[in-house]
């Protein structure tokens, strides 16, 4: 079993920097993406970046710039930091696994934005 566990959130002026962690433990291999998604209140949960297999990285327009997603293979951790935030990237922020064809989700992690 895998297990996700997130970090980092809280409260922030607009403008300001959070970086959020998540550490991955269990049976981690073939690991085929890991990212971070985001569901704020009455929104569908939307993908925010990830990190394919091979390293790419894709990140959703809104962030393009001003998050940064990254890995530490040696400690099953990835990261998402993120700069200028703004009111509307408040939102609670979920790590995500997929191996294969198992997708594994953490519980979430409340980043609020105030202007």
């Known amino acids: 079993q895998v297990q996700l566990v997130e970090s980092g959130g809280g409260l922030v002026q607009a403008g300001g920097s959070l970086r959020l962690s998540c550490v991955a433990s269990g049976s981690i291999f073939r690991v085929n993406a890991v990212g971070w998604y985001r569901q704020a209140p009455g929104n569908k949960r939307e993908l925010v970046a990830v990190?394919?297999?091979?390293?790419?990285?894709n990140y959703a327009d809104s962030v393009k710039g001003r998050f940064t997603i990254s890995r530490d293979n040696a400690k099953n951790t990835v990261y998402l930091q993120m700069d200028s935030l703004k009111p509307e990237d408040t939102a609670v922020y979920y790590c995500?696994?997929?191996?294969?064809?198992?997708?594994?989700w953490g519980k979430g992690t409340l980043v609020t934005v105030s202007s």
């Open positions: 990190i394919i297999s091979g390293g790419s990285t």
């Open positions: 995500n696994l997929v191996m294969g064809v198992n997708v594994y």
